[in-house]
């Protein structure tokens, strides 16, 4: 088995450029922060409704 084992280079560049994604989407949903607060309303919602859904099926 040869495993690829990533170097200490190559972990510290990608945890640069994963940090930058990451506050370029901050950066991006300060932009739509509407957007994401439906999203975020909808994805409860849907939850909420799975929970209901499942909650009625198993009695």
């Not at 495993?3 to 450029?17: N, T």
């Not at 409704?49 to 099926?57: A, E, I, P, S, T």
């Amino acid at each position: 088995m040869n495993m690829y084992i990533p170097s200490e280079v190559d972990l510290l560049s990608w945890s640069i450029v994963t940090s930058c994604a990451i506050i370029f989407q901050v950066i991006v949903n300060m932009e739509n922060l509407v957007y994401w607060k439906r999203v975020l309303c909808r994805f409860v919602f849907l939850r909420f409704m799975m929970r209901k859904l499942h909650w009625m099926l198993s009695i």
